[in-house]
């Protein structure tokens, strides 16, 4: 009898629960080939089906729908369900050791190996599709970019192996259990921390993003119907004719656009609360995970290990009514603006509440900064729009013209809307330390406070332009190796920013400033 060689690979089981290792397998640590579910064989040809529809309709009318047309897009069809199962069937994934490797063997081989060590985080989402048949796509983070090129997604896997995976490629530490294989362990430990209520949908239009859906719904027929124009019938020339014809109607077009501002807070509401539906922030197993939408559900985990603060974001509207929203500051990840959210628009006090509890509180004052910060905001709100005021009451008594009466008028209503946009943006000014973290703020139509924790500072950096230095400002940046990268404090005084930085890190700068005196 012929002993089976350890160097041999077992050839790749059917999907579902992976059989247990034993033998040789397991003594050189192989986990066996998985193929993802065989009901993506019925997602991939319909999710294929826009891309074909055009010419699977112009085939049916150049050949006048006739038997032989049929037959050709009988034949588009197959080739599309024949592809789909040759990217199925080629296509395999399995964790070796300490490392997650997936092949595709199609004409070439392909093979992209992660090490457990660079996984991030796990994003789990459940489109339509996916979630009638029971199945979700699993996207793992590495940190390295924010393109999916750079990481490892695996589109059709069961709720059951998902959790699996999930279980074993957030593991923190990686124990081997049989000479190198991980398993997972057994079930999660869960904490709640909170549930944002659905009446909190309602602060959805306050959010500016959600607000020009109407606008991008009408922007994207338009663009369709230029790039498809020339397969449904229509020419340039239709489209010069239809432009010129609106144009040709004033009263026609400011009524489309009338409509259009006000179906912006309704559109933008559904849009909001169809992305933050039931939305979930929990602890499990040391990470913090994010659950929210409606369509498609999404679970984003983070690994609170990674997590070195977080960024309070409001707009005007938002801050009117008291609401913000919480992004986390993570090292080495990727997308942090949808990957990092923490909560939607809530209440501040909430915000403050929740922060405090999963990531930790911030328990200082924020410092204010010079007047001079104020009378540069307030000269750079009003002085652009007096300019164009002037210029116009120049243009008014050299050619006259309505124009030039509307121009001024407009210029000296922004310049007085100017004054309380400056002092907003002074207000909103401020630094501190509380002896574990740092935070920032500025802003004004939207303004954002980044609290990271002390040993999260990696670095100073001070920036000074012309005008700061003949004001005696500078803008003081923290670096720090998670988020953005580093986090300004804007205008604060020359010897307030020094000062700052050695607070926060005196064992960096004390020999520097001893010199110095």
Do not use: C
């Not at 040759?86 to 199609?106: C, M, P």
């Not at 695996?154 to 709720?159: E, R, T």
């Not at 020339?237 to 006000?262: N, T």
């Not at 913000?324 to 628009?345: C, F, K, Y």
Request: net charge positive; glycine share 12%; no cysteine.
């Amino acid at each position: 009898m012929t002993e089976p060689r350890p160097e041999d690979p077992p050839r790749a089981a059917p999907h579902g629960d992976p059989p247990a290792l034993a033998g040789p397998a397991a003594a050189t640590g192989w986990a066996l080939p998985q193929r993802l579910s065989p009901k993506v064989l019925l997602i991939d040809p319909v999710r294929m089906l826009p891309s074909l529809l055009l010419p699977l309709v112009g085939v049916l009318f150049v050949g006048g729908f006739s038997a032989r047309s049929y037959a050709y897009a009988a034949v588009g069809v197959l080739a599309a369900v024949v592809f789909s199962t040759v990217r199925w069937a080629t296509f395999t994934y399995r964790i070796v050791g300490d490392r997650l490797e997936t092949k595709r063997s199609l004409i070439s081989r392909s093979v992209r190996t992660i090490p457990l060590e660079r996984i991030r985080g796990v994003d789990v989402s459940t489109p339509p599709m996916h979630r009638l048949l029971g199945l979700t796509i699993l996207k793992i983070d590495t940190g390295a970019s924010g393109s999916e090129e750079e990481e490892a997604k695996l589109a059709g896997v069961s709720l059951q192996e998902a959790e699996r995976l999930k279980a074993l490629l957030l593991r923190r530490t990686a124990e081997p259990a049989a000479e190198g294989v991980l398993v997972p362990e057994p079930g999660p430990k869960e904490r709640a921390i909170i549930g944002v209520p659905r009446k909190w949908l309602l602060y959805g239009p306050l959010s500016g993003a959600y607000l020009l859906t109407p606008f991008a719904f009408v922007g994207g027929a338009i663009g369709l119907t230029l790039q498809w124009g020339d397969d449904l019938g229509l020419s340039q020339d239709d489209a010069l004719s239809a432009g010129e014809w609106l144009w040709g109607h004033p009263s026609l077009l400011f009524g489309v656009a009338a409509l259009l501002v006000l179906a912006m807070p309704f559109a933008g509401g559904l849009m909001y609360a169809v992305f933050n539906w039931d939305f979930v922030l929990k602890r499990r197993d040391g990470y913090l995970v994010a659950e929210r939408g409606l369509i498609n559900r999404r679970s984003v985990s983070l690994e609170s290990t990674r997590v070195r603060g977080y960024e309070i974001v409001d707009g005007l509207a938002e801050r009117w009514a008291g609401v913000v929203r919480v992004w986390a500051i993570v090292t080495g990840l990727g997308d942090s603006e949808t990957r990092g959210q923490l909560l939607p628009d809530v209440p501040r006090t909430v915000a403050f509440q929740v922060t405090g509890d999963a990531i930790g509180p911030y328990r200082a004052e924020l410092r204010p900064h010079p007047p001079v910060a104020r009378r540069r905001r307030l000269f750079r709100a009003v002085f652009p729009w007096l300019v164009l005021a002037v210029v116009s009451v120049a243009g008014l008594g050299l050619a006259g013209g309505v124009l030039w009466w509307v121009l001024v008028v407009l210029a000296l209503i922004l310049a007085g809307a100017g004054v309380p946009l400056g002092l907003d943006r002074y207000a909103s000014l401020g630094h501190g330390y509380d002896g574990a973290r740092v935070a920032v703020r500025s802003g004004s139509l939207r303004r954002a406070q980044a609290v990271v924790e002390r040993r999260a500072v990696v670095g100073w950096r001070m920036r000074q332009t012309w005008f700061q230095r003949r004001a005696g400002v500078l803008t003081l940046i923290a670096g720090v190796g998670a988020g953005k990268g580093g986090y300004s404090a804007v205008d604060v005084a020359e010897v307030q920013g020094v000062e700052f930085a050695a607070e926060v890190t005196p064992e960096w700068l004390a020999p520097f400033l001893e010199r110095g005196e």
